[in-house]
């Protein structure tokens, strides 16, 4: 038997699947858009919209040489495990 999707049910599907693609995306958004705040600014939805753009907690991290062991760490053992499988 052929079941046949009528276009109200096929729009209830569309917007099921946008509220879920919004919950999986928004967050990332929101990380992404924290990592490049300003330093000490808080973080809040108007700091979010309001505040500038700096990549000075990037070059804070890379500069302060605390990154490169637990990096090196992490690429070892995603190589690990994908060669595992």
């Not at 600014?41 to 500038?52: F, H």
Request: no cysteine; net charge positive; charged share 5%.
């Amino acid at each position: 038997m052929v079941s046949r999707i009528t276009s109200a049910g096929r729009v209830l599907q569309y917007l099921a699947l946008v509220v879920v693609l919004l919950v999986m995306v928004l967050p990332l958004v929101w990380m992404f858009r924290v990592a490049f705040l300003p330093a000490g600014s808080a973080v809040t939805i108007g700091a979010a919209v309001s505040s500038g753009w700096t990549v000075s907690n990037f070059t804070d991290l890379f500069a302060g040489g605390l990154i490169g062991l637990p990096l090196l760490n992490s690429a070892v053992v995603g190589l690990l495990v994908t060669g595992g499988n």
